[in-house]
């Protein structure tokens, strides 16, 4: 079945320590896109791709990178420089130019300890 | 810049009552406008669009939302709700044309009572 899987599910670093979050999909989808999930802030958006070798910042974009490399890759980094990274994370793909819903994928809950 | 208010922050009702959450945006024109939920820990799922046309929407699992353009809102309803429906349910809203950015409202949190 086609969808997109981002992993780990959960996952523990330590302050000062950069970590990778993968999302992978098969949708054959165009853009792909990074939100953040905060208790009682909704999804925020961190970094948005809309084709392979090209990315736009979000609203949030500082302390976070991201590569498109392939077009069903789209993999976050979350620095050291990020001062709050404790949150769960949410990737998401659609096709450019149609009029469709995006697809999610099930989210990594990143605890920076 | 588009914004998203969904004014209720958690609200509860029993099984088999109505339900409905409201949704109101600010934006220069007419959105895509979407619904979303969220099971815990969970990503999210479609509930339902409007793009255009009748303002009145159908989506999955019962539910239904009214585009209401004098009003800037887009509510969602759902005449009897089931205790499976609890869950978090996100409003959003895409510029037209491209849908290229969803923003999100800061959700409203259903709880369902026996």
């Known amino acids: 079945d086609g969808g997109i899987t981002q992993s780990p599910k959960y996952l523990f670093r330590k302050e000062g320590q950069n970590v990778t979050l993968s999302c992978e999909q098969n949708?054959?989808?165009?853009?792909m896109y990074w939100y953040r999930q905060d208790p009682g802030q909704g999804l925020r958006l961190i970094y948005y791709?809309?084709?392979?070798?090209?990315?736009q910042k979000g609203d949030i974009a500082e302390g976070y990178s991201v590569s498109r490399e392939k077009k069903e890759s789209f993999p976050l980094t979350v620095t050291s420089a990020q001062k709050n990274p404790t949150a769960f994370y949410l990737c998401?793909?659609?096709?450019?130019?149609?009029?469709?819903?995006?697809?999610f994928g099930s989210g990594t809950r990143l605890t920076v300890v | 810049a588009q914004s998203v208010t969904q004014p209720d922050i958690h609200i509860t009702v029993s099984e088999g009552a109505s339900l409905e959450l409201r949704c109101n945006y600010s934006?220069?024109?007419?959105?895509?406008l979407f619904w979303y939920v969220q099971s815990p820990g969970q990503g999210l799922q479609l509930l339902l669009k409007?793009?255009?046309?009748?303002?009145l929407v159908q989506g999955i699992k019962g539910f239904e939302a009214e585009f209401k353009r004098s009003q800037s809102s887009f509510n969602l309803r759902k005449p009897s709700v089931h205790w499976s429906d609890a869950a978090e349910y996100f409003c959003?809203?895409?510029?037209?044309?491209?849908?290229?950015?969803?923003?999100f409202g800061t959700g409203t949190r259903l709880q369902v009572t026996l």
């Open positions: 998401a793909s659609r096709w450019v130019g149609q009029n469709y819903g995006y697809t």
């Open positions: 949708l054959n989808h165009d853009a």
């Open positions: 791709s809309q084709i392979v070798n090209d990315f």
């Open positions: 934006y220069g024109a007419t959105p895509y």
């Open positions: 409007y793009f255009s046309g009748d303002t």
């Open positions: 959003a809203v895409a510029p037209t044309g491209t849908a290229s950015k969803l923003t």
